[in-house]
Structures are given as C-alpha cells and as structure tokens.
C-alpha cells in the first residue's frame, strides 16, 4: 500500500481547492491532507484519484467527491471522542476521515461485497471502527445516543429512527431528495421532541435503499 511523494503533492493541490471551494475546517483539511484516498479505489484509478470527481467502486455505489466528504464532515463539526454513526461505508473513505478527525465511528453497509472490503482495507491500513451489515434506515439503537449522524447516500425521506438516536445537542448530517438531487441538511436534536432543520444547497448521491441488503 504505497503513498508516494507524488501522491502526497497531488493531495496538497486537492485541499488547496476545496479551501478555494470555501472548506474552512483546518481539522477536516488536514484529515484529508493526511489520507491517501487512491487506496479506496482500484489501481485503474490511481492517477485520477486526487481530482475532485466521485468514482465508481462497485455494487452500483461510488466514492463521493472530496468537496462533498468535506463539506459534510465539516458541517458535522466532530470533536475528538464524538460518537458517530455513518449510514453508507462505502469504500471506507468518510469512514477513514471521521477516525483521522479521533471519533468513535459506527458504520453501516448494505452492501455485502463493500461491507467486506471496506473493512479488509481499514483494518490493514490500522483503522478500526465497528462495522455493521444491515439497513441503515434502523440506525443502530443498542449503541445510541450518538454525539453526530451522517449518512452517505441519497434518503427519500429523514429516517425518524435516526433521529431518535441523536444525544440532545446532536448533529443529524443527511442529504434528502429523489434519484435526480437531493438538499442537504443539517437537523439539530433540540431536545426530545424538537429538531432543528437548516439546509445547504443541492447535492447528487446514490440512493439509500430501505430494508433492502445484497
């Protein structure tokens, strides 16, 4: 698993752009200033994967853009320590950040084939979250309340149980809408009963699928 000096300088342009692109999180920039996102992708792709594009990884999901992995993990603000819950590891990218970021990350995947290699890759490259196969619709109960929520796929609608699982004072990141775009939000747990809800402008994800695992 290589990290070459040539990769090292092509991800210095890389935050150098998403700085201009208005990512202000010197803790998020550095994250991924640190991580060498080629390792997520097949080796086809190792001379694109330090550009700004989202990449197919297989089982019908891709890599979300870096602009898109940062301005989510920014919006969540982790603190050291945080609990958080990801819905979509995917490649295990986002999942990389929020432990670069020194979180306690839970991670949901559906799909079996990405759920086995994403955890094959973070646990050569020393990252060792908790991973999950299922629905990420269901959250994870048995291990809430969680300090910050993010979700990686494009949800129809806001999973009430998701909600439910936020401490008071939780940070629920989550991008809504149909297959064509979708809204981002940010929804803050208030207090039992109370969310507030603010968005951020229009993104592209790959459906988030409900009760359904392959």
Same mark, same amino acid.
């Given at each position: ?6 990769? #090292? ?10 700085? #201009?692109? @208005? ?14 996102? !080629?390792?997520? &992708? ?10 700004? #594009? ?13 602009? %898109? ?9 982790? $603190? ?14 986002? %999942?990389?950040? &929020? ?7 839970? %991670?949901?995947?559906?799909?079996? $084939? &990405? ?12 990252? !060792? ?14 291990? +809430? ?23 008071? @004072? ?8 149909? +297959? =064509? ?17 603010? +968005?951020?402008? =229009? ?10 695992? +392959?």
């Amino acid at each position: 698993m290589k990290d070459t000096y040539k990769h #090292k300088g092509q991800r210095i342009k890389l935050v150098e752009e998403l700085i #201009k692109q @208005g990512i202000s999180d010197e803790k998020v920039l550095a994250a991924i200033s640190r991580l060498p996102r !080629h390792l997520f &992708l097949d080796s086809g792709y190792d001379k694109l994967a330090y550009q700004n #594009k989202a990449f197919e990884i297989g089982s019908g999901q891709t890599i979300s853009q870096p602009y %898109t992995v940062a301005f989510q993990t920014q919006l969540l603000g982790v $603190e050291k320590g945080d609990k958080v819950l990801e819905i979509g590891t995917g490649s295990g990218y986002q %999942t990389a950040i &929020l432990l670069e970021l020194g979180a306690q990350v839970f %991670t949901i995947e559906r799909q079996k $084939e &990405l759920f086995l290699k994403a955890q094959t890759l973070l646990n050569q490259m020393g990252y !060792h979250p908790q991973f999950f196969y299922g629905d990420g619709y269901k959250g994870k109960a048995g291990y +809430s309340p969680f300090d910050k929520i993010i979700v990686t796929a494009g949800a129809p609608f806001i999973p009430e149980a998701l909600q439910k699982q936020l401490r008071i @004072g939780g940070i629920l990141v989550i991008p809504v809408g149909d +297959s =064509e775009s979708q809204t981002m939000y940010s929804i803050v747990r208030l207090d039992k009963n109370e969310f507030q809800r603010t +968005s951020f402008g =229009e993104f592209l994800f790959v459906p988030m699928l409900e009760g359904k695992q +392959s």
